[in-house]
């Protein structure tokens, strides 16, 4: 079962910042905290990732707390193409590559 | 370079006929995973190679699910024979051996089973 608990749904206006939650309260010292989006009729696809440090790239930014208990996923300019589904993904550090585990993620709604 | 390819996009079979679903990965990437989703239910884990040899098929749902790599290089997935329930969309993926490697999702095939 996945280990990280999102909203079901946002809304975000275009050209605004999106922030969208993740807790994971039980995530372990040796777990990333990764970030997928599956765009409608596509695959899912790699945002970001992190340890404990903040994290930024061309895509987004990724804010874990302190306690690492819980982060925050950014795009800073949301626009129509980022609607999607967003998935928050607990996985073990140098794990040999094991699989992703998928939760429900949350929608995310880009408004014109 | 190319991503991961899968082929067909869509299939629409009539319960008990057998499918075969193709997956390529990205060129020099060792490890290759699939995964489903069926209608209203996350994405799920089925197995998962290295090169040609199952790491962890421990996602497969029953014996009707064949998966193989032969030559280590494209993969099939087989449903024989199909049902009702094996409707959804099946996912392949793939990465480098490195550790922590990303990995790269193709776009999926849509199966329908009436």
């Known amino acids: 079962d996945a280990k990280t608990t999102q909203p079901p749904s946002m809304d975000c206006a275009e050209g605004r910042a999106a922030n969208l939650p993740c807790n994971h309260s039980?995530?372990?010292?040796?777990?990333?905290v990764y970030w997928y989006r599956q765009i409608h009729s596509q695959g899912p696809q790699y945002i970001i990732h992190?340890?404990?440090n903040n994290e930024t790239n061309e895509m987004a930014s990724l804010i874990i707390t302190e306690d690492r208990k819980s982060s925050t996923l950014i795009l800073p300019h949301a626009t129509l193409r980022d609607t999607a589904v967003y998935y928050c993904?607990?996985?073990?550090?140098?794990?040999?590559?094991?699989?992703?585990?998928f939760g429900k993620g949350t929608r995310l709604s880009v408004i014109a | 370079e190319a991503g991961v390819t899968q082929f067909p996009s869509h299939s629409v079979i009539e319960k008990g006929q057998t499918v075969t679903l193709r997956c390529d990965p990205i060129?020099?990437?060792?490890?290759l995973y699939w995964y489903r989703r069926v209608m209203g239910k996350e994405i799920k884990f089925l197995l998962h190679?290295?090169?040609?040899?199952?790491?962890?098929e421990s996602g497969m749902p029953n014996n009707r699910f064949l998966a193989e790599r032969t030559g280590g290089t494209y993969s099939t997935l087989k449903v024989q024979p199909a049902e009702l329930e094996d409707s959804g969309v099946y996912f392949c993926?793939?990465?480098?051996?490195?550790?922590?490697?990303?990995?790269?999702f193709g776009a999926g095939t849509r199966l329908s089973v009436l």
């Open positions: 060129s020099g990437h060792d490890n």
């Open positions: 039980t995530i372990s010292g040796n777990e990333y």
């Open positions: 992190g340890l404990k």
């Open positions: 993926a793939s990465s480098p051996l490195d550790r922590d490697a990303i990995q790269y």
């Open positions: 993904i607990v996985r073990v550090r140098n794990s040999g590559n094991t699989p992703l585990v």
């Open positions: 190679f290295v090169k040609e040899s199952k790491q962890d």
